[in-house]
């Protein structure tokens, strides 16, 4: 065990109240590698103080203009390049994904940070007309101190996400990192605080979701909560809100995302299958916008399986340290579990393997690896079709007609992304209005991230993150009469 990492409240790294640290576990050797202060109710109480001061008027950062705030988070957008590899290496040996996945998720963390650095000092109220000898104005102003909780599997992107907003509009912010995933978020906020972030201003502490987020979501000084992650989370964190009548200002949560085949002939599959084994391979499957449940044309539908097999099997599976890898191990020993079990479901309820079906040959004992795994012969009563794996695993099922396939499609509790593959305009686009989701690609899964809204409906969440509607979501309107007329 060689580093240890503390917790950041009011601007100090320290130890948690009770001297609680927890072992940070390789998921490729299932060996630990360094140790993490587990912060305790007292310390979330002292979070939650901290940055209810550093908000307070005549703090530091209420003098901060909001050009200011804009020009930090630019700065530490620089920081975050300028130590990539660092950062990145230890990422890779914290989650598992290979180098270039990790350090592509640290530049779109760099992209949330200036795309709402941007936006800080371009957000304004209004005035209303109410007649002569009255003037109405409102105001623009942040939330507060806000709460954000954070998931495992794109833990730098969503820690950027909400804090980049949050703090471009003036909040203060108390960050949960998932149990699993936290060092690299307390490597990151090392880089706000070199580039002269004010104490109390951002706080961090890992620890136990469950009695950290109790404390976090059921606080009155909360003005705003940001939670990224599980239904049941959800669920419980509505709950929490719901005390103090505590605005949410996002709700993201699980997807399993539909994609419909659809091209003209077997000719043009080399997208779709291309999609397919992207949807195994970035971040081993772990993604809430996973394309898990493919609708192909019974024509195609052969073709489609034919030209993916041998590709998924290409696939290299292995530790982040190795090169060439596509796929690292799954994140944690319990996930791991949870997908091979999902994978035995899929046998159960006979499913056809197509390829993988269980852990990847020549790589021993240790580590959470799991084969990349494509269930052909699929429909929508089965569990592996229903229910969000949130790993290397897709589910292929042949469909009759495009109304057949949307839906289908739609026949979920999810409604997060969804994809379409035609090369017919008006096919594509009259899809993408029947489909029941926050987020449709069509050819293509690439084009979602800082500048454009992202979100799901039904249980996927509430809110949107990125683009101009999420940094509004972090502030509130103030509403203001004058009476012009008094002498
Ligand atoms: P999770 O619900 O287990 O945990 C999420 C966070 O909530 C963690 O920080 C956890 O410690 C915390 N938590 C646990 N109990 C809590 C409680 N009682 N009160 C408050 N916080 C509590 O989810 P996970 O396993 O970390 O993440 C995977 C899920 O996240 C998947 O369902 C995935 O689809 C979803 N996700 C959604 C998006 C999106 O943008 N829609 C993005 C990434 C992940």
Redesign the pocket.
């Known amino acids: 065990m060689n580093t240890s990492y503390q917790l950041f409240i009011d601007g100090v790294w320290r130890e948690g109240s009770d001297g609680t640290k927890v072992p940070v576990i390789d998921p490729a050797t299932e060996e630990a590698f360094a140790e993490v202060s587990w912060g305790t109710p007292e310390d979330a109480n002292l979070a939650l103080a901290a940055a209810e001061k550093a908000f307070a008027e005549g703090g530091e950062w209420s003098t901060w203009s909001p050009t200011r705030r804009g020009r930090f988070l630019f700065a530490v957008a620089a920081l975050v390049r300028q130590n990539i590899a660092e950062l990145s290496a230890l990422f890779s040996r914290e989650h598992g994904k290979p180098p270039h996945q990790a350090s592509g998720e640290l530049e779109d963390a760099a992209r949330y940070l200036e795309y709402f650095g941007g936006w800080a000092d371009k957000l304004t109220g209004m005035t209303i007309d109410l007649g002569r000898g009255q003037m109405d104005y409102v105001l623009r102003e942040p939330l507060g101190v806000t709460v954000h909780?954070?998931?495992?599997?794109?833990p730098l992107d969503?820690f950027c996400r909400s804090i980049a907003p949050a703090l471009a509009a003036g909040n203060t912010c108390v960050v949960?990192?998932?149990?699993?995933i936290s060092v690299v978020t307390l490597a990151l906020a090392r880089l706000f605080q070199e580039a002269g972030l004010p104490a109390g201003v951002l706080n961090i502490i890992p620890g136990?979701?469950?009695v950290?987020?109790?404390v976090?979501?059921e606080d009155p000084r909360v003005r705003g909560i940001i939670?990224?992650?599980?239904?049941?989370?959800?669920r419980?964190?509505l709950q929490?809100a719901a005390r103090n009548i505590t605005p949410v200002v996002s709700m993201?949560?699980?997807?399993k995302a539909p994609s419909l085949v659809f091209v003209k002939d077997a000719t043009e599959l080399d997208g779709p299958v291309g999609g397919a084994v992207g949807a195994l391979a970035w971040n081993a499957g772990?993604?809430?916008?996973q394309r898990a449940r493919w609708y192909v044309r019974r024509d195609l539908y052969e073709p489609f399986l034919e030209r993916l097999a041998p590709r998924v099997r290409n696939l290299k599976v292995g530790p982040a340290t190795q090169p060439g890898v596509d796929l690292g191990p799954l994140v944690s020993k319990k996930?791991y579990d949870n997908v091979m079990n999902y994978i035995r479901i899929g046998i159960e309820e006979g499913a056809r393997l197509i390829a993988g079906g269980g852990r990847p040959e020549g790589l021993g004992e240790k580590g959470y690896f799991v084969a990349p795994t494509v269930f052909a012969d699929c429909h929508n009563g089965m569990r592996i079709v229903r229910e969000?794996i949130?790993g290397p695993v897709i589910t292929v099922i042949p469909v009759d007609s495009l109304d057949e396939a949307v839906d289908l499609a739609n026949d979920n509790m999810f409604g997060?992304s969804s994809e379409i593959w035609t090369s017919d305009v008006t096919t594509a686009h009259s899809v993408a209005s029947r489909l029941d989701v926050g987020h449709v690609t069509i050819n293509g899964s690439a084009a979602f991230g800082f500048e454009v809204p992202?979100?799901?409906v039904k249980l996927?969440?509430l809110g949107r993150?990125g683009g101009p509607e999420a940094i509004l979501a972090y502030t509130r309107l103030k509403n203001v009469w004058v009476n012009l007329s008094r002498k």
């Open positions: 909780i954070a998931p495992w599997n794109y969503i949960k990192p998932s149990r699993e136990s979701g469950s950290l987020g109790k976090l979501t939670f990224t992650g599980s239904v049941a989370t959800g419980t964190v929490a993201e949560l699980g997807g772990q993604s809430c916008g996930h969000e949130f997060l992202f979100g799901g996927s969440g993150e």
